[in-house]
């Protein structure tokens, strides 16, 4: 489960309602029963309930059960899809490691606004179901270009670029590790192509691509996150 606050030995937690009502109603937890808690920073922690009523519960820290361990530095730039695919973009980058989540809008981005805490929500629940100790980062929605013009210097941008202008993405990413990245994926209609030119000619691009099919947005963000995981590590 995460929490926000520090994880220690002997600390007593703060839970939220929502969190009380999940471990007693959900998780059925009784006293003396445990829990697995991390909050990003401290590791992973057993806390043991103690006295348990309808709305209430004290929970215990006790011990820890493993160290924050370093996580991969990939960030994903997305533009926003229909609700149930941006929710499983979100999702399942959050189990294939990212450490940031970027909606940007582009020209044929049909969405127009972006609920960013309830994606916050999803990729909670998503690392607490696939046990990694930490959240990915929700950034507030952004033109693409705005992020564009903030690119932090080193960082390279895999851009997903369905016009067959990369190199294959096995390609691009042998060799290992290719330090701090961001992976872009462009929204349903795809990039405009003032748009692709742009992009393929920045600096800190590397247009690559994921086979001859077009692949809808969700599937081209799994698809470039598993050959991450294949090829640079954890
Ligand atoms: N119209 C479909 C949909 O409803 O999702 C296709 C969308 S596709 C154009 C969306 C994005 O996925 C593209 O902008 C690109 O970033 C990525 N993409 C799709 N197929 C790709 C491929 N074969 N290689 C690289 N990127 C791809």
């Known amino acids: 489960l995460f929490v926000e606050g520090p994880l220690a030995e002997g600390e007593n937690l703060d839970l939220d ?51 924050q361990a370093a996580e991969p530095d990939l960030w994903l730039v997305f533009a926003p899809v229909k609700r149930a695919r941006i929710d499983f973009i979100v999702e399942k ?39 990694r100790l930490s959240v990915p980062e929700v950034r ?8 564009l013009a903030a690119w932090p210097e080193g960082r390279r941008l895999i851009l997903l670029d369905e016009g067959g202008g990369g190199a294959p993405i096995a390609s691009a990413l042998a060799g290992g590790s290719i330090g701090p990245a961001a992976v872009l994926v462009g929204p349903e209609g795809g990039f405009a192509k003032s748009e692709l030119d742009a992009l393929r000619a920045l600096s800190f691009a590397t247009p690559v691509g994921l086979g ?23």
């Open 212 to 234: 001859p099919r077009i692949l809808r947005a969700d599937t081209a963000v799994i698809a470039a996150l598993s050959c991450f995981q294949a090829l640079c590590g954890d």
């Open 17 to 67: 309602q929502k969190q009380i009502h999940y471990l007693l109603h959900v998780m059925r937890l009784q006293a003396g029963g445990e829990v697995a808690l991390f909050n990003g920073r401290d590791g992973e922690w057993l806390a043991r309930a103690g006295e348990v009523s309808k709305r209430a519960l004290v929970m215990t820290v006790e011990r820890r059960l493993r160290p």
């Open 140 to 147: 507030p929605s952004a033109s693409l270009d705005s992020v």
């Open 93 to 131: 980058a959050t189990e294939l490691g990212v450490s940031v989540l970027a909606p940007v809008f582009t020209r044929h981005t049909a969405m127009t606004r972006v609920n960013e805490e309830r994606l916050r929500a999803i990729a909670t629940e998503a690392a607490e179901q696939c046990e």
